[in-house]
């Protein structure tokens, strides 16, 4: 199958289910762990950061998430032990978002590299959709780096409902559905009270393995949060967009679609924004885009038409479908890594790896 992402079934305990990954995908896993602090010196410069401090940032959240889920603990002490690499490693590359907050506090802009922006996330109810089905989706933007990690989990559980995550190898969820019908996307926003708390992967794999929507939103809202994130849920026909922070949230009002890059919208939350963190409009054009879209094709809206959104050129090269600037290397690029469109209630989504402009889309179910 052209383009498709790697597949990998995990079941059984979760320190065996973190096991089966870790052999699986050893070879990924450990190139991602020996290159990415490579990445993590490119994109923070001014810090002149190692690996170990960068780890110790990172093991300041471990009573947190020990806390939290002491499950998905086991799973990445699994991950490792399949990989062959150390417990560290595996939890620096699951806050692999909470190290980006690095690039901004107390600084914003004025040490931010130019070519900085972000994800776009959608999130569609039935009263919407040409056929009164309720979809989610978006674009996943990081540096190019990322996208050859690239792979879904489709997770046997015992005592809740089986997940079909996508991620980068060796982390544990970067969005997905499950079995109860819940889809979940984010895209980042950077608060200026980021702490030591639970990382952002911990809270998605939380969200997804409850069996109700309330229960998912819960496990996001409640959560004693490391840092910020807007969270798009959706299930049992109801949908939530959650802006939070490290402390905060508010809920964003739903009329039918909603759209979200990488500002704050609710009035609550834009007091915790990191001034001049994007050092640009791009996120502002892509919510109007996308916004406008699904407006204009309320009643009306497909799949197919939301796929053909993620391939969306304006403001190039930051727009929804991203593309780095000629001559970046893919360290500091940030480009569309994956598109996703999601049928929570049905059990599938369909995701192109890369930038959907360039790669088909394959589905994948649960």
Not at 6 to 22: D, F, K, Q
Not at 37 to 64: Q, Y
Not at 262 to 272: E, I, K, V
Request: charged residues 20%; contains cysteine; aromatic residues 10%.
């Amino acid at each position: 199958m052209p383009n498709a992402i790697p597949v990998i079934t995990l079941a059984g305990t979760p320190y065996e289910r973190g096991c089966i990954l870790g052999t699986k995908m050893r070879q990924s896993i450990r190139e991602f762990a020996d290159t990415v602090t490579a990445v993590h010196r490119e994109n923070n410069a001014w810090l002149k950061a190692s690996r170990d401090p960068l780890i110790a940032f990172c093991k300041r959240n471990l009573g947190f998430l020990e806390k939290h889920s002491p499950d998905l603990l086991e799973e990445m002490r699994g991950i490792a032990d399949g990989a062959m690499l150390t417990f560290d490693d595996i939890l620096y590359l699951n806050t692999f978002l909470e190290l980006e907050d690095l690039r901004a506090p107390g600084l914003g802009g004025s040490i931010l590299p130019d070519a900085l922006w972000g994800c776009t996330t959608f999130n569609v109810t039935s009263e919407a959709t040409a056929d009164g089905r309720a979809y989610i989706g978006q674009t996943y933007d990081m540096e190019k780096y990322y996208e050859k990690y690239l792979c879904v989990l489709r997770i046997r559980e015992d005592n809740g409902p089986d997940q079909l995550i996508l991620t980068f190898a060796g982390i544990l969820g970067l969005c997905g559905i499950n079995a109860a019908g819940i889809g979940a996307v984010i895209n980042k926003v950077v608060a200026t009270d980021a702490r030591p708390g639970v990382i952002y992967p911990f809270i998605m794999r939380k969200a997804l393995a409850a069996q109700r929507i309330g229960d998912a939103l819960g496990a996001i809202i409640y959560a004693p949060r490391a840092s910020g994130l807007n969270y798009q849920l959706a299930g049992s026909d109801v949908a939530f967009c959650a802006e939070t922070s490290a402390a905060w949230y508010e809920l964003l009002e739903i009329d039918g679609s909603i759209a979200h890059t990488n500002h704050y919208l609710g009035r609550t939350m834009r007091r915790f924004e990191t001034a001049n963190w994007l050092s640009h409009g791009g996120t502002m054009v892509r919510l109007q885009v996308a916004t406008n879209f699904l407006k204009k094709h309320r009643g009306a809206i497909t799949p197919e038409m939301l796929k053909e959104l993620t391939r969306n050129h304006t403001n190039h090269p930051r727009c929804i479908c991203a593309h780095g600037f000629p001559g970046e290397s893919e360290n500091t690029a940030f480009h569309t890594s994956f598109g996703v469109v999601m049928d929570p209630e049905a059990g599938w989504f369909e995701a192109c790896p890369g930038n959907p402009c360039e790669n088909e889309y394959q589905r994948y179910t649960l």
